[in-house]
């Protein structure tokens, strides 16, 4: 197994069983196992033992060979009593006390079991609004996000990871200008992600520069106006302070909604890259591209890629029906429309290995070129299982009906952060250029660890510049740039996030989005000096390009962050 130390502390510490005494019951390669056989057994009424092995033995030889991993809660928990797969939930919030209550109650049961849950807060009544049945008035929607905040915090993950949330509010909400600044001090709802759901009118309202009208979820009326470009340089500002907030554009997420007579879609998951209905979970998945490159690393092989996805594809369809859902209204929202979520990791790793630079036209050709090949060999994959094992159940409720394309899951792609796959694959992250060449990082409960980027040392080592100084000069750096032991066309191909300029941090979400039925992690990362006007540039970018939506963040403009450049130990 090639996994490295740092992937098998982490596995060790938060993925592998363990007794009561916390001794461990397997090891990695015991792990993989252990998730193949469960993964497998969905397909028992399909064939019969000899093949159930084979599909157990490939399902392993992927995940042991780092080419393809589920998301962590599938590593985790597959094949152990808890039984739950997947990272990514949205609860519905009612407009009562009783609905308000018993989602915290859900959401905390999905925490405990691994899961991430996303929540739109727009249909609660804004703070002043009368409660009838008191004739008190109403403390409004970040009020109770801060009671999710509070209930988050008290239930961690199963002794795993701690609870994310994302708490979405439309722009048209009473509310809005305090929901903007909701996260002001970084100190405050620390367990949320929060994005600001913004409408093709209020888009439309900015560049026009006209008023636009805020409306009571409650009653439907009218409860005043705002100035669309004042309120949008509000969230532009607050973003540049810390990256909070993001935004997400909802006319977009629903222009996508596959099964529109299901209703509407109002939430993401945490990170963003899952638009969901309400009881809706996703599973995902995703592909190690540097591990699809020929021997020589010099080219992608496609052949290699096109079976790997459909493996993958039959992998998280799988899941689907092992899985062990925490309510019953998911279970039925999530085998009523099978949505899967393959994506990739190592995408900027396996750039390096091209000799191709992120920032350039190139790697966005190419990231159309692999993503929409990932999205094609996906559905050709999942209309396939269609013919197997029959559509997905609210199907006639689908758009696919109308085409008469037979689709055994609503959705195939997703473009995942890979937060803790991609250290387990020991690649970069997601579609996410490398943060540094060499860093620190700061992992679980503040423990540190650091990285040197493989593809570079291979490449230094190669090109006969390598030397440890070297390596902990750049990590002083932050940077290859403008090092004169660096040769030039190295300093060019193994560019870093705040190399970049922020433009090719969207054009390439926007590659990507073109080719991915749900949406794509990114960040865009912006360096300490960037304005205010260049977090409207992006902003503005992000829409024109047709994102799903955007998330900033300027370097140091949070006191605790995941990432640091310039720093040894
Ligand atoms: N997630 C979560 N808690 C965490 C990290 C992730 O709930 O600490 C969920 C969240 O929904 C996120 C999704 O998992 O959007 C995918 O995150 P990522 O790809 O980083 O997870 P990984 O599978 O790599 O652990």
Known sequence: MKLSENAIKVLEKRYLSKDEDGNLLEDCEGMFRRVAKAIALADANYTDEDGLAQIEQEFFDMMSDLEFLPNSPTLMNAGRPLGQLSACFVLPIEDTMEGIFETIKNAALIHKSGGGTGFSFSRLRPKGATVNSTGGVASGPISFMKVFNAATEAVKQGGTRRGANMGILRIDHPDILDFISCKKDNSEITNFNISVGITEDFMKAVEYNLDYELVDPKTKETAGKLNAKSVFNTIVEMAWKNGEPGIIFLDRLNIDNVVPKLGEIESTNPCGEQPLLPYEACNLGSINLYNMLTEDGKQLDYDKLAATVKKAVHFLDNVIDVNKYPLPEIDKMTRGTRKIGLGVMGWADMLCSLGIPYNSQKAIDLADKVMGFIQENAQKASQE???????????????????????????????????????????????????????????????????????????????????????????????VKGLAEVPEKVQNIFVTAHDILPEWHVKMQAAF????????????????????????????????????????????????QVLNIGKVK
Do not use: W
């Open 513 to 560: 989005q073109r080719h991915t039925d749900n949406a794509v992690s990114k960040t865009v990362n912006l360096g300490h000096d960037a304005t205010t006007d260049d977090v409207r540039e992006v902003f503005v970018l992000a829409y024109k390009t047709h994102c799903k939506g955007v998330t900033i963040y300027r370097d140091g403009s949070r006191d605790l």
């Open 385 to 479: 299982l269609a013919e197997q094992k029959g559509v997905f159940p609210y199907y006639e409720d689908s758009i696919y009906a109308e085409k008469g394309i037979k689709l055994r899951n609503a959705t195939v792609t997703t473009i995942a952060p890979t937060g803790t796959l991609s250290l387990i694959a020991g690649v970069s992250s997601g579609i996410e250029p490398n943060f540094a060449i060499s860093y620190i990082r700061n992992v679980m409960d503040n423990n540190e660890l650091i990285e040197v980027n493989r593809v570079f040392k291979d490449t230094a080592i190669r090109e006969k510049f390598y030397s440890d100084e070297l390596m902990k000069k750049i990590a002083k750096a932050g940077t």
